[in-house]
């Protein structure tokens, strides 16, 4: 395969230099490309081929132990200055990080093959689409990367001569922990990772590229990439209206990207489809409105607790072309995860490669184990998944997890007080057994941990695209908390596919549909407005879900939003001059409402 960018070709030459590899190899995209790249992983042990009858395509990879998660403590932001990273972000600068990841990578692939793979974020050669190259030594990440992006020939041809890539270098290097950096380089276009191999670490079109380096490139450019969702709701009549969603880690993120609605809906000809599970970028259309596209090809999802009823259409995704990565290998080459089934399987290899049998107290599958599956395996993956001008959102919802303080869903006033929403986003511990409250984390619009640049620039930049265009072209913006207990523990909400008859009175409130009532923290439903047709739900022994339980879960007591407003404004002074003054008003302003 032939280069003509000699910018591409460049960073390829200089990044050879320094790691000395002992060939190198282009990825072209072709099928019989990957196919021996998979054959060769497999006679090294990289991979094992699982079951072709029963998971065809399948393939079945370990991490080493000490290398199981992404590395917040070793991720950084390189940019120019400390306060272009911001308070929230871990901050090194450029040139020591260079450096110091110069001299750790140097000669480390004297023994390995340089793998050099063109790769689109988004639909090849549309408009919200941006292309990076990544250097790896790793073929796990190549038939990774050929899953979750677009790889190869098409790319470089999208790209022509530009020099609009995101240069991206990855070594395994000796897995060393101690040794580990992930390094994003917003300012250049660059982001290096250096002695890991696990997904989020190294598959660098993820997190790295499509949320660090990209919403410092949307804040430059004027648009948005953001850690969320995007589905359709389909009505009776064939019309499809688009929402995109933000909720922390171990809030049903996945599992609302894929729900099935309730039989009742169902029978009435209602449909959810998936554009995206994790990533969207946003753009606004020649007609004013929001459009947003996912960027990626595939989904990389955690393994356990992913069962037939907790999400079929995602375990469903897996049964072909997928990559599983840190579960239980069982002898007949299929694998297994703790909430699969009810059945463990025994005399069978742990994540760790040991024997493991269910009833020795440890865990089979790692908690963060995980499936590279293709998009295009989802059931309900969108026919407007691959449209190159995105879909366009009529609503934007954030999410947290919160025992009490939170109603079940309420909407914002506008704009800039819907950014406020996002921005005191937030997730608790609780301890379920005495519904007691435990510690808030803020992770404002879900990217505490992916945004490139400085988060009071970033909730900026947020308040900045809502003046792009007029306000009523703009998505409504909500909150929502699947989360509520009562007073013994027990979830007051169903929650799964029966959130759906949230996300109907969301469009119905997006098309004037419906009315609602003002409150000190927005507009909240009425009750009466939320179909509860069909909807069977046992809170506790002889306690079934009701009307007054609706109720319950759609007031506002201002007695604990009041205390949230202290870890609020600690938030807010963390991050520091950059924080927004609107979205100081914002807190004084809901506090004086409470206390009326």
């Known amino acids: 395969m032939e280069c003509t960018n000699s910018r591409v070709n460049q960073f390829v030459a200089e990044s050879a230099e320094l790691l000395q590899p002992k060939n190198i190899v282009w990825i072209d995209g072709s099928e019989a490309q990957l196919e021996a790249l998979r054959e060769e992983a497999v006679s090294t042990g990289e991979i094992v081929r699982l079951n072709q009858e029963k998971l065809p395509n399948c393939y079945y990879h370990r991490t080493a132990v000490n290398d199981v998660a992404r590395v917040e403590a070793r991720t950084f932001i390189c940019s120019g200055t400390k306060e272009n990273a911001g308070a929230t972000n871990n901050w090194m600068a450029p040139a020591e990080a260079y450096a110091m990841t110069d001299e750790i990578m140097a000669g480390s692939m004297q023994d390995h093959t340089m793998y050099v793979i063109p790769f689109s974020m988004g639909v090849v050669g549309s408009p919200f689409s941006k292309v990076g190259i990544e250097i790896t030594d790793s073929i796990y990440v190549v038939l990774n990367m050929a899953i979750m992006t677009r790889v ?10 530009s020099d609009d890539f995101v240069r991206g270098l990855h070594s395994k290097c ?75 880690s171990a809030c049903g993120k996945t599992n609302l990207a894929m729900l099935i609605p309730p039989e009742g809906y169902r029978a009435k000809g209602y449909k959810v489809w998936t554009v995206g599970d994790d990533i969207a970028w946003i753009r606004i259309g020649k007609d004013g409105r929001f459009y947003a596209q996912n960027p990626e090809a595939g989904f990389f999802g955690v393994a356990p607790g992913t069962n037939e009823k907790s999400n079929p259409n995602a375990l469903a995704c897996t049964r072909e072309g997928t ?27 742990n994540w760790k490669g040991e024997p493991w049998n269910p009833d020795d107290g440890s865990k089979g599958a790692h908690p963060n184990s995980r499936f590279t599956a293709p998009a295009r395996n989802c059931p309900c993956i969108s026919p407007e998944w691959e449209n190159p001008n995105g879909v366009p959102l009529s609503a934007i919802v954030f999410g947290g997890r919160r025992a009490k303080t939170a109603p079940l869903v309420y909407q914002s006033r506008d704009w800039e007080h819907g950014v406020f929403v996002g921005s005191i986003m937030a997730s608790e511990t609780t301890a379920a057994a005495s519904g007691a409250v435990g510690v808030v984390r803020r992770d404002p619009m879900a990217m505490l941990p992916f945004c490139g640049y400085n988060m009071g620039d970033y909730f900026q930049h947020w308040l900045d695209m809502g003046k792009k265009t007029d306000a009523d072209k703009l998505p409504k913006i909500f909150n ?18 029966d959130n759906f008859r949230v996300l109907e009175w969301i469009l119905k409130r997006c098309a004037g549909e419906v009315d609602a009532q003002e409150t000190a923290i927005g507009y909240v439903p009425y009750a ?37 407003i202290k870890s609020i404004r600690e938030f807010y002074a963390k991050i520091g001059e950059a924080m927004p003054k609107e979205l100081l008003a914002e807190v004084e302003a809901m506090e004086q409402r409470l206390k009326a």
Not at 152 to 161: H, N, Q, R, T, W
Not at 177 to 202: H, M, T, W
Not at 323 to 349: A, M, Q, S
């Open 323 to 349: 990559i599983f990565t840190n579960v239980v290998l069982k002898k007949d080459g299929t694998v297994w995860w703790e909430g699969l089934d009810k059945n463990p399987p025994h005399g069978v290899e």
């Open 174 to 248: 000796e897995l060393d922990e101690e040794k580990r950096y992930i390094l994003q380089f917003p300012e250049d276009n660059a982001i290096r990772s250096c002695n890991s191999g696990y997904g989020g670490n190294v598959l660098l079109g993820k997190k790295c590229f499509a949320l660090r380096i990209a919403s410092y490139q949307g804040w430059k450019e004027g648009w948005m990439a953001e850690h969320m969702l995007i589905l359709g709701v389909e009505n009776p009549q064939g019309e499809t209206k688009y929402i995109a969603a933000a909720f922390p």
């Open 152 to 161: 190869g020939e098409k790319v470089l041809a999208a790209l022509g001569d």
């Open 528 to 564: 009466e407005d939320i179909n509860l047709e069909g909807l069977d739900y046992t809170i506790s022994e002889g306690h079934k879900f009701g009307i007054e339980d609706l109720k319950s879960i759609l007031t506002v007591e201002a007695p604990y939003w009041l205390e949230d």
């Open 480 to 497: 929502v908390n699947w989360f509520r207990l009562d007073d013994e523990g027990h979830f007051l909400w169903p929650g799964f596919g």
